[in-house]
Nanobody
Framework: QVQLVESGGGSVQTGGSLRLSCVAS????????MGWFRQAPGKEREFVAA????????YYADSVKGRFTSSRDDAKNTVSLQMNSLKPEDTAVYYC????????????????WGQGTQVTVSS
């Protein structure tokens, strides 16, 4: 079983940047497809980005394309999410998830989750 811990959240102004990290323990990360999701108060968990464990493919939500970049370093058991040009609508708790299946844009495809890290973007 893999355990995930996110970090790097914080408060920034519109146009700022943050880099989130997700560190895995318990199992090697290379066996898992990884996903980033976010959840704002009163809303459902929303897909942000996903990274395949098989062929290096990456997927992004339309709302973050061109602004967010996700990467994985399996040697360090870490996945990162670089967030640039942040907007107030990016405000949410951000979660990383691990899946033993293919990379997916659907939250229920991920069986393991971290505790989340808060990102707040002020105008």
């Amino acid at each position: 079983q893999v355990q995930l811990v996110e970090s790097g959240g914080g408060s920034v102004q519109t146009g700022g940047s943050l880099r989130l990290s997700c560190v895995a323990s318990g199992r090697t990360l290379s066996a898992y497809a990884m996903g980033w999701f976010r959840q704002a108060p009163g809303k459902e968990r929303e897909f942000v980005a996903a990274l395949s464990s098989r062929d290096g493919s990456k997927y992004y939500a339309d709302s973050v394309k061109g602004r967010f970049t996700s990467s994985r370093d399996d040697a360090k058991n870490t996945v990162s999410l670089q967030m640039n040009s942040l907007k107030p609508e990016d405000t949410a708790v951000y979660y990383c998830g691990a899946s033993t299946g293919a990379a997916s844009t659907i939250a229920r495809a991920y069986g393991y989750w971290g505790q989340g890290t808060q990102v707040t973007v002020s105008s």
